[in-house]
């Protein structure tokens, strides 16, 4: 792993890998972080509440995504600029789009959460279902193989 700021109070799982100018803040309570978890730069992951805030396997934070979220589950991708704000609980297998937020509630299993508005958003949307459909198929043959 690179220099990056962490705060003492995170744990890390096997293959993990964090961008050095990655934040990582567990003053306000502990962080544990999964196996072959992705986290890119500018990405921001912070615990707001005093409880343990658990990030699963497999996940992908892209780059300047943030993270507030109580409870991330497995192979989950946050696009670019997403957010998630605190107390928020996301499943297994869900995607958070570029730009999108996600401020209260829970994503269930295999949420796919994205904005379209004109026609190229349209059409960028399209493609991002398929991704989502690829990716989600990809994650369960994983699953089975366990």
């Not at 744990?11 to 978890?37: N, Q």
Request: overall charge neutral.
């Amino acid at each position: 792993m690179a220099d990056f700021q962490s705060s003492s109070n995170v744990t890390y799982g096997a293959r993990c890998t964090v961008h050095a100018s990655a934040h990582i803040d567990a003053t306000k309570g502990p962080i544990a972080i999964g196996d072959d978890v992705a986290i890119d730069e500018l990405v921001t992951i912070r615990n707001d509440s005093g409880a343990p805030m658990r990030i699963g396997d497999g996940n992908w934070f892209q780059v300047g995504s943030a993270c507030f979220a109580s409870r991330v589950g497995d192979y989950n991708v946050f696009e670019p600029r997403s957010v998630v704000s605190a107390g928020v609980v996301v499943g297994d297998g869900c995607s958070v789009g570029a730009g999108c937020g996600v401020a209260r509630g829970a994503l269930a299993d295999g949420a796919a959460v994205f904005r379209c508005g004109d026609a190229a958003d349209a059409r960028a949307c399209d493609h991002l279902l398929e991704l989502h459909k690829v990716l989600a198929a990809a994650r369960a043959a994983r699953r089975r193989q366990r």
